[in-house]
């Protein structure tokens, strides 16, 4: 394989990685919180479609992002009614989200199948794109992925260097601990769910607008469990995501470069590698937290225990 | 309303009660839990609340706290009236509440559990932050690390995060549910010491408590709850003894004084020798039938190793274990449900049942291969053994089909005794078999425990001195994974030293 | 708080059955109300889905072809959610069943269907089910979240589907489409209609599979030791350490024939329906089984009951389809719905929820109420 072979591979691999990272972190924050959502492959869809209709009707794809966005909000605030309000468990919660979720982006982009839209297009940055190789992988991106290099580093700041970010954390460890100082932990999860659920939005949008530039249906194509297998790869922490995201997007790059290239391997084994890849990095997630036998789980202690009413 | 005459020499300085409650009433359901309690709480003063489990102490402290409403009457703030729509709201009317189940979070700091939901802008310092909680326990004499992640430290030290909480928020009543549950008698005794200073320095402290001799040694002024009321409000220096205020308590000389008979000690049933490991550390001791052998000890010294260990949940990784007569491995090996080993763990409702089943199946859960044929189930069978259980302990409400969950407490846990002797055990393992019980369940399981020594050797695990010392015949104190002291109940002179060996002190 | 939540002590009785009519008229109304976005009549498309549901005997035969695979699928779901391990993997597994299977069928073609049948199913069984014994060795092994885990099989299965059937198993007669080769008679299950005289549309042999099942099920988790131990697990792993249950032993055994279910659940549909094996195969009902499970909160009867209702919903979807030109991802979001709308209502079933008066109007607690 030749040298520049190689970078097109790694900044492919980093235009796949943002809507992952993206995913990645809108469900960790909502995780710090408290609430498992499975729902993310859900949200990714209907975000991925909120923001295809509103860029193609609107032309701006400033405007299409955070149509996703906010679509991704309003259904993750619809987990946060069924669990939070209605104590559903989260688990199947999720999983109805995922259903209805795709089930509806589907059904509202069937007339749109196949039309293209603005979205968003590759700015080389003046001065760093220059760089000899890292110049070509990282600063010849688009807007989006530029705005992933800053998510971790604003997602960890938000946590641990905020008084908010510190009660959602207390919501995910104790929210009696945090009823007790003060604070109202439903709605710090309410805040977690809907503010990841941004996030996750932003991530879906990106696969309409910026990775394919058209509406086809299935484009989420299981980016959303891998987000939530990735927050357990990173430990729940910002940074780590960064790799997860970018080892699945290089995982992705390298399978479609593959197919593209005509190879004799069949498609269906290539398809696999993602999927597959998602199992290990969650066993050996899993054989690291044996090993190395610390006695406490990285997850945040609440996780996925519904707050039930008082008195 | 019924108003009560209380004695009026508590509130006659013209000083204005820091929080009055008015008349205040909370229902759940069919139970009344509070019923048209009036206290008021004075600045500088020590009022301890004196009552059972159930009595009703942590619903009117939960109200105080600003967790729910009351049902009828109202609380007073300084005069005023207040009606808290969360604990944000109590906590700034100044009143600062320690739970006797600490509300920390253990992955967090002190500095950050201390700072937690107060005002200081939105970005956070955590270097300042450090500074300031140093500052702040510096100044109160309660020594701890700002950095140090909380579930790393002792409860004597997690109780100073929590006080250091309220000390922060500069609370001007401070409510202490069960202080001293979880402390040594040292630890006790320094945070007594921090309460009179802080009463000295003019704020209201109330602690909750069911120990007499502790509160007759801190209390300025004793408050009597007994089945959602005050019976009775006094000074502490009104009161002779602890005797009296047992008597004050409950209305009548103290029932809790059980008939203990003689009984004939048999074989040998557990035999531990140099068991190390796990938390452990060179533990020996033997139990026979007939007697019951307490293990004494704040919590968290190796007590809960212990059980897992003779309960056959963790392996003993060096000395000797010989469960009635046989080998450790040999005994787990094969489980024998009738006239072996039962285990009543501490947690009656997250262990040792299921809340979602029946109370038929909960009996199944321990005596299933007795109702077996093969792979089929007599369900019919343990129904009528139920009803027999429910029937002779005494447990309400008597639906054999009602789920865990819908008993309370001492009720649970006297199904759990009926099903644990239903099955005939030679061995024993009771923990903390009358934490949160009300009197009469307490006697209950008492007489149960001292029966049961008839057919079997019993290890009592509590850190109940009381309950220890009348029902065992010999104590042993755990401190640090090591027994510190093993010796019958009748040796006055070990018995006097049971709170220096709790605290490791060996002479 | 204007509301007050209290914890029920009793049961509802017949308001159960009006929360969930309530939960599925509020889902069925949201999805007319996307029906109308989307330019279609609403309460009208509706009204059609019903008939095309319920309308006729035919559409009525269809449900209960439909319904069987959702109903075995769901079975082995519903095994394991009792002991809140979430298996997600049915699709996977449905998938796994319908190529070992196959494998029988392609290998034995000259078999007569008596014991080409068995073979089969044998087979179907024990693919799917160690399909299903991955996730749940991974979970004992290593802890690794089993819902994640049995997903991503279902994709890979799918993938390992379609691998074969694009590659060695790809019939050349077939003008390139992805299919094998058709089953020899002795490796399609017939239709009742003919061998019975009667006119019964698709439906077929393989309905007997469901009340066999169905009443092992039942039986197993009623009358059995190891079907009491299974509920006593679902409390958590603590207590099953407690009274010593065989927890390790029972994830791999609601796993294992959760996967053998679905597996079997694949083969019949691939044997009766296609005749060979296809991707097409391949309509979600490994998804539809778990919301059915969760419906009937996980008893047989109601998850017989249920699977139709929702195979029906699947016919009714299909007419629409051709109707209205609706897109058949309508019935993933009434499925997805209805499940939303079920679980909220499902809260009611455990809490009452009642006005509160205002402090002031609080009445003075009675002497004579005094416990």
Redesign the interface.
Known sequence: MSPELIVALLAAAVQAAAPILFATLGEMISEKAGVLNLGVEGVMAIAAFAAFITCHTTGSAVLGLLAGGFAGALLCGLHSLVCQVFLGNQVVSGLALTIFGVGLSNFLGTPYVGQGTAGFHQIALPLLSDIPVLGAIFFRQDSMVYLAYFAPVAVWFFL?????G??L??TG??P?????????PQRLRALGVMGGGFLCGLGGAYLSLAHTHLWTTGLSGGRGWVAVALVIFAFWRPGRAVIGAFLFGGVMAFQLRLQASGTNVPSSLLLMLPYALTVIVLVFSAARAKYLKTG?SAA??ALGVNIEP?? | ??ERQYRTDISSVDVLPQVRLVDV????????AN??ISLSIMPGRIKALLGENGAGKSTLM?ML?G??????G?IEVEGRRV?F????EA??AGIG?V?QHF??????TVA??V????E???????AAMRKQVGELAQRFGLGIDPGARV?DLSMGERQRVEIL?LLYRESHVLIFDEPTAVLTPVEAESLFSALRTMSGQGKAIVFISHKLEEVLSLADEIAILR?GRIEGEFLASDVASPADLARRMVGRDVVLDIERNAVDQGRQVLAVRHLSGHGLDDVSFDLHRGEILAIVGVAGNGQQQLVEVVC??ERPESGEVNVLGQDWAKFFQS?DWKGALA?I?EDRA????????SLT?NL???T?QGF?Q????E?SRARGATTDIVREHNVQPGNIEAQAW?LSGGNLQKFVLGRELYREPRLMVAEQPTQGLDVSATEAVWQRLLEARKTAGVLLVTGDLTEALTLADRVAVMFRGRVMGLFPVTDTAQVERIGSLMAGLKD | ?LLQI?KR?ESLGWGVLVVYLGALALALGVCAVLLTLYGRPGLGGLAILFRGAFGQSYSLLDGLVKAIPIFLCSLGVALSFRMQIWNIGAEGQFALGAVGATFMALSFPGLPGIALMPLMFLAAMLAGGAWGLIPAVLRLKLGVSEIISSLMLNYIGILVLEFLVFGVWKDPASFGFPMTAEFTSGGQIARMGPTLGLALGKLHWGLLACPLAGVAYSVFL????????L??C???E??A????LPYGFLVLLVMGLGGALAGLAGSIESSAILGRLQPTVMVGYGYTAIVVAWLARLKPWPIAFTSFLLASLRVGVEVMELELQVPAAFGQIMEGGILLCVIAGQFFLSYSVSLKRP?SE?P??A?E???
């Not at chain 1, 641990?160 to 908010?164: C, E, F, G, I, K």
């Not at chain 2, 700072?115 to 107060?118: C, F, P, T, V």
């Open positions: 641990n260097r905020t008084s908010l510190l009660g954390r207390a460890e104790m009696a601990a945090a009823a007790a100082a003060g604070l109202n406490r945040p202690a008082e008195g | 309303m019924s009433s909370k229902r759940f359901g069919q139970v009344l019923d048209g939960a706290a967790r729910f409403p009351p049902d009828g109202h009606d729509a969360s604990p944000r906590i700034a509440m739970y509300m920390l979070v253990e992955n967090m950050e559990n700072l937690l939901g107060q200081g802008g939105f970005v956070l310092h955590p579930g909480k089945r056959g949940l489980r285990w763990p997250g262990l040792a049942t299921c809340r979602g089943l199946d199944l859960l321990t299933r077996a093969g792979q089929w189930l369900r819908q | 708080m209290r002590e009623s009358r059995t030791r190891l079907g009491f131990e509920a006593a679902g409390e958590g603590r207590v350490r407690y009274a010593q402090l609080t003075p607690i002497k109420e005094r416990a």
